[in-house]
């Protein structure tokens, strides 16, 4: 139960729009701190019942969220298998971009004219 | 030049649907190697031109990437201030779920009934 899962072999673009929405973000915002049902997701986003549905529906497309329903409450929660993907390229292209600037830093130290 | 800028005061959702895009996301890793000309930028694309320029401006939007024209060219680069709190964000939310499965794996262990 605790073993961390594998990355679900989404691609990088449907992470990010999933991402790519407020009330998305403040629910996986929520999940990070622990598992919610449907209505605590619901509860601080001014939108309804129906919308956050559909939302949660974009969040486990992308395998940020998984679901399970007992008796009548589906509880929620993150999946940071799928996060670590998308963190990982940010952090590599920053990366790259910032060794390219040291690079160029000690470059220009070096030959001051 | 080569001072890191600080972040921009763009919405994260902004930042997220700006690579909610698989071409925007080739442009953005090719950017991440060094400055390019639009007409570079497209060139892995099977896109057309207008198209390459439109995904420019929702990455200048975004604050992900910057642009100067020179003459007829003009030089695209990335801003990695702009993806620094993308990257804060998913890294803070992944670990705050990892400490919290953490914990919940110290009490099962203390607590075996």
Same mark, same amino acid.
């Given at each position: 139960?605790?073993?961390?899962?594998?990355?679900?072999?989404?691609? %990088?673009?449907?992470?990010?729009?999933?991402?790519?929405?407020? &009330?998305?973000? @403040?629910?996986?915002? $929520?999940?990070? !701190?622990?598992?919610?049902?449907?209505?605590?997701?619901?509860?601080?986003?001014e939108i309804s019942l129906p919308a956050v549905?559909?939302? %949660?529906?974009?969040?486990?497309?992308?395998?940020?969220?998984? &679901?399970?329903? @007992?008796?009548?409450? $589906?509880?929620? !929660?993150?999946?940071?298998?799928?996060?670590?993907?998308?963190?990982?390229?940010?952090?590599?292209?920053?990366?790259?971009?910032?060794?390219?600037?040291?690079?160029?830093?000690?470059?220009?130290?070096?030959?001051?004219?």
């Amino acid at each position: 139960m605790l073993n961390q899962a594998t990355a679900p072999d989404v691609p %990088l673009d449907r992470v990010f729009r999933a991402l790519s929405d407020p &009330s998305r973000i @403040v629910m996986v915002d $929520r999940l990070s !701190r622990g598992p919610a049902s449907v209505s605590e997701l619901a509860r601080p986003l001014e939108i309804s019942l129906p919308a956050v549905v559909q939302h %949660l529906q974009v969040l486990e497309d992308s395998g940020l969220v998984s &679901s399970e329903k @007992v008796g009548r409450v $589906r509880t929620c !929660r993150i999946e940071t298998a799928a996060l670590r993907p998308v963190e990982d390229w940010i952090s590599e292209r920053r990366q790259a971009w910032e060794r390219r600037l040291d690079r160029l830093g000690e470059y220009l130290a070096e030959n001051p004219d």
